[in-house]
């Protein structure tokens, strides 16, 4: 008959294992392995395991050779193992728990006590792995929700701007790319991977402040004079300030990337950006890419007063400096990326 | 007499083993044929080199949780004390304790094949 839960029983000895065997087969489908290459050969194929009842002593690998891959591949944290030992070792009994082991079974065993431990264990990691499954499911939902209202936020921006919905998923997609690209070829940038894409998220606010900028100014076909300019540049600050306003509304990693990005992404690597006038790697990785996104989005898009340039001229026009100075890594890792756009 | 009878006044608890065993005495009594086997293959005799034992030290081990599990009581603790011995560099002691079990564990395995 077909059980719902599986367990294997890992022994070198034949009657240990017909023993263990034969006290959980009318609750469990039954695995055996007689080393442990074997039962790591078993932990790797199936899926199913609800719980290992492990021997420590055993040729080829042993059960702290089990316990040390099971760590590795990340397994213990959801496979309850159980050590079942003969030997009195208390260093090696130690290290098994060290390992992950959930308990340690002296051998002789009573086969009644073991059965309700392993049913007590197997049940507990079953609603724990659960729950785990209902948390991860929020999570992702709350993501959802937030990357949403990001969006929200920058759409409203993107339609005062006189632009489409669709700069902030440009920005957003040129931004992860990048930040990949950069930290795979110099590490001193590199940025773990989920980062990236709550940095991605975030560069979609970076214009947020133009919220408070006068239409006239916004929207102006022809140059902006030097007040104008002065004026369009408080963007940056009004930013922050509209992003201060609302900081329980989003993720507060999404939060503080969106600060940093919406605050430094005018600053230059020379120092002559604003509105701080950072300079080098005083402005953060995240800011400094979006700077370059940022401004070949504008080059490449067609704005109330310029038309849209090619991307090639775009390109020539930022690494030549045409659009200020920016950090020359950023620069190598961005001129990869745009042959393969 | 009966398999268990006999082993009883052998000195194996076999109340506590089949007690273990969920109370299937027939399910006890094959795995004693299966120990049986396993003793009569095994490496561990008196003879065994002093130099070099890790192996057997292994075996023994090996018998001593299999001898555990079936409440072979007499040979469970000589082989704990062997194994104890081994592992503390003892050799000649561990041998002497063999020496002294090897009587009990023949009559034993002896008892287990008369009736397999």
Known sequence: MQREKTLLIVDDIEINRMILADAFQDTYNIL???????????????????????????????????????????????????????????????????????????????TQFLQRRVDHIVELYEQRNELEHVVKKQVEKFNRLNRSLVEMLASIIEFRDCESGEHVKRMSGLTKILMTEVGDTYPEYAVREKEIEKIGTASILHDIGKIAIPDKILNKPGRLTNEEFEIMKQ???????????MPNVMDRDIYNYSYDICRHHHERWDGKGYPDGLSGDNISIWAQVVSVVDVYDALTSERVYKSAYDSGTAVRMILNGECGAFNPKILKAFEKIVERL | ??????????????????????????????????????????????DFDCNQYADITEAAHAIKGAS?????????????????????????????????????????IACIEKYS
């Open chain 1, 32 to 110: 055996e392995a007689g080393d442990g290459e074997q039962a790591l050969e078993i932990i790797g194929r199936r899926k199913d395991i609800s719980a290992v009842l492990l021997d420590l002593l055993m040729p080829k690998k042993d059960g702290l050779d089990v316990l040390r891959d099971m760590n590795r591949t990340g397994k213990i944290k959801y496979i309850p193992v159980f050590l079942i030992t003969a030997a009195d070792s208390t260093e090696m009994l130690l290290e098994g728990y060290n390992l992950g082991a959930i308990d340690i079974i002296r051998k002789p065993f009573m």
């Open chain 1, 235 to 245: 963007h940056t600050v009004k930013g922050c300030e509209i992003l201060r306003s």
């Open chain 2, 1 to 46: 007499m009966s398999l268990i009878e006999e082993l009883k006044q052998l000195g194996v608890n076999t109340d506590e083993a089949i007690e273990r065993m969920n109370g299937n005495a027939s399910f006890y009594e094959r795995m004693l044929v299966k120990f049986a086997g396993m003793m009569k293959s095994s490496i561990v005799q008196p």
């Open chain 2, 68 to 108: 555990g599990n079936l409440s072979v009581t007499p040979i469970y603790r000589a082989y704990s004390e062997i194994v104890r011995l081994l592992r503390a560099g003892q050799p000649q002691q561990a041998k002497e304790v063999l020496d002294a079990v090897l009587p009990v564990q023949r009559a034993i």
